[in-house]
Nanobody, 125 residues
């Protein structure tokens, strides 16, 4: 059974940092890409970042470039999202998702079949 479990969300002041974790199980981690997607109240889901476990390629939305860093520990089947210089507009539920192969074009994760339950990130001003 494919399972993704996010953790690390919380409440932080603007300018602060959080590190999200996505622990994966039930599939061959090295063959998959893992993405982070967020959804704020009343807004559409936004692809934030993605990493290909095969070759380590990483991708970021323009809104988070230079502030967020995605990384992978293949030995632990875990992907991390280090979020620095957080802004109130980063407030959202953050999900991780897994898809076979490479990261999707244009950070659209609709075809990624496996999703976690999400973790809330709240950034106060």
């Amino acid at each position: 059974e494919v399972q993704l479990v996010e953790s690390g969300g919380g409440l932080v002041q603007a300018g602060g940092s959080l590190r999200l974790s996505c622990a994966a199980s039930g599939f061959t981690f090295d063959d998959y890409a893992i993405g982070w997607i967020r959804q704020a109240p009343g807004k559409e889901r936004e692809g934030v970042s993605c990493i290909s476990s095969r070759d380590g390629s990483t991708y970021y939305a323009d809104s988070v470039k230079g502030r967020f860093t995605i990384s992978s520990d293949n030995a632990k089947n875990t992907v991390y999202l280090q979020m620095n210089s957080l802004k109130p507009e980063d407030t959202a539920v953050y999900y991780c998702a897994a898809g076979y192969g490479s990261c999707p074009p244009f950070m659209v994760f609709a075809d990624f079949a496996s999703w976690g339950q999400g973790t809330q990130v709240t950034v106060s001003s």
